[in-house]
């Protein structure tokens, strides 16, 4: 009895400000199939709330309204955006990591100079992690190492997208 089109069940919107209106919603397999991107992708964009037109069913099963799903070339430039600003983050935290370096180098040269010297708070606590964030090497090179896994997953995305020839 089935005519091989996707269920249209509904579905409340993820964003809990908007009104609660009831609207078709297709699976992220079934927006998959139609657009010709990978569930993997759409999953890991659904996940960042990053796609448009999602809803949250009461189980927690992601959607997407029929009415507002992305086009293939949609996809592609939300995936470059997001690339960039992956790409953007990278290098911010990178250059947090250079000016811990440069820091601990500081004190390292300190103790050179004056061996008895008092050992530079940078230097005593470069491997430490703080709860506000990246303030030592340590933590920022964590952060660091989360921002490139964002752009090798995004950069892998947008290479399906676009196969090599």
Known sequence: MSSGAPRAPYAVPMNETEPKIETATITLNEAAKLTGISSKTLRHLADHRALPGLVRLERGHVRIRVSEMPTFDQIEALLVARVE??????????????????????????????PLTVIGIDLEAFDQ????????????????????????????????LRPRY
Do not use: Y
């Open 129 to 160: 992690l703080s709860a506000s964030g990246p303030t030592t090497l340590r933590g920022a090179m964590r952060r660091m190492g989360e921002a490139s896994q964002t752009l090798w997953f995004e950069r892998l995305a947008l290479d399906e």
């Open 85 to 114: 600003a992956s790409i953007a983050e990278l290098r911010r935290f990178f250059d947090r990591v250079q000016l811990e370096l440069e820091a601990v180098g500081n004190d390292i040269t300190e103790l050179e100079d004056d």
